[in-house]
């Protein structure tokens, strides 16, 4: 099993949720985050006061999936997320030991 | 009758154009009250009222960070009570009573006395005479919050505009409005440029300065909390200000629907100019900046609205535009002070150009309603001068001596600890936004 960790531009949550559910995935879990990457901020100017704002809105998505369909769901989110512009955001995968459905104590690919 | 509140009682050409017209029968009808008037100076205070709160409330609220939001509009909110039982038991007489030296009104109103259902002020009760006078008196300190924003504890400021509306407003508004000295001279102030916009412009720099800059001026970034808010509050002081500029006539007649013109046409020109300013420097034009522009541009007509024309109107706001976005863009900056929401750099700086212009574009030649007889242009101009330049001196100093007074006994400022926290949360337990 395999956690995915995708870091996408706020607008495109839409369009990465509908990817997704094409290609089977039952539940994502999403966070407003901030961050910066190689987009850098932007400056923001009020009565002729400019700020710099380092750090841009962000969605982050976690997505257990099994290891079998990790391939489409990367490719989902590469695919839906992309606008060709800098910013566009990381996909990370990493390694998921355990998952436990609490309602009824399934665990493993069961439980996703 | 109608002269009441304009300045340049007697001498105003414009006093004698209205007397001209009337007929004996409406001669005789002077002291009688005028349901019209009276309707629309009823109708005037709830805009003028409605000015303060909400519609500054929210345009300041706006612009400061979220954790000091709702302390703003606390600080609003009070101001408005307080000046108004303040009002009531001596300010009112102070300020309107029978003249003593030209300098202050007298103590016979106190507690309003002689105030009743049947006590006139002109055509209108003195009762709505007062009442409207009342919110001119309460949108006044509520404008110097701008200046000592996010840092000023609640208790101190409550003590500063107590004793300011007392020995500052109230003397001010007498020479000007009450039958003070500055009436006597000829200044022409129709709404108030000077008592109020001057006066809480100048009465928020010296605040300014007295108290310092918020912790982290300029460096840190201070981003308006809510720019809906300012845009919204922005729209109600507009709105509000024909109750303050055509209401300043006390009557329902020509000079009044002319107030309006011109404040419509003033404000617009304003808002633009700073708009395409902006635009210019920056590159995009902005919310905040139109705004700006459109309350600089209302200040700047206050003290004309009753004696410019059309043309004049949109000379005025581009004036008023123009140096307005100098005074809060680059001279702000290069001085270092930190009028946090610009109080002195749009109604200081505004009502004075909107002083000196009144003395330029009230003369029949450029479409005002003239001048008094044989006083030129320059000759108003230098009246206004000594109008503005004795209300900056006069309230500047007496300012000082308040905020010093205050800072010794009890504090100005609010600890560093506090000003982090945010005012909401540690002067009064509460926030603004509880969103999550």
Known sequence: ?112 | MISVKKTITGACVCVGAVLLTLTPGMVLAQDELSRGDTAWMLTSTALVLFMTIPGLSLYYAGMVRAKNALSVMMQCFAITCVVTLLWAIYLYSLAFGDDVNGLIGNLGKAFMAGVSVSSLKGVIPESVFSMFQLTFAIITPALIVGAFAERMKFSAMLWFITLWVTFVYAPVAHWVWGGGWLSKLGVMDFAGGTVVHINAGVAGLVAALVMGKRSGYPHHPMKPSNLVLTMVGAGMLWVGWFGFNAGSQLAADGVAGMAMVVTQLATAAAALTWMFLEWMRYGKPSALGIVSGSVAGLVAITPASGYVGPMGAIAIGLAAGLICYFAVVKVKRAFGYDDSLDAFGVHGVGGFVGAILTGVFAHSSLGGVGLAEGVSIAGQVMKQLIGAGVTILYCAVVSFILLKLIDAVIGLRATSEQEQEGLDLALHDERGYNLT
């Open chain 1, 1 to 112: 099993m395999k956690l995915v960790t995708a870091i996408i531009k706020p607008f495109k949550l839409d369009d990465v949720r509908e990817a997704l559910h094409e290609v089977g995935v039952n539940g994502i879990t999403v966070t407003e985050v901030r961050g910066f990457g190689r987009q850098k901020g932007h400056t923001e100017l009020y009565r002729g006061a400019e700020y710099n704002v380092d750090f841009l809105p962000k969605i982050k998505l976690e997505i257990a999936v099994t290891t079998e369909l990790l391939e489409l769901v990367v490719e989902a989110i590469t695919r839906s997320a992309t606008t060709g512009k800098i910013g566009d955001g990381k996909i990370f995968v990493s390694s998921l030991e355990q998952v436990i459905r609490i309602r009824t104590g399934e665990t493993g690919a069961q439980a996703i």
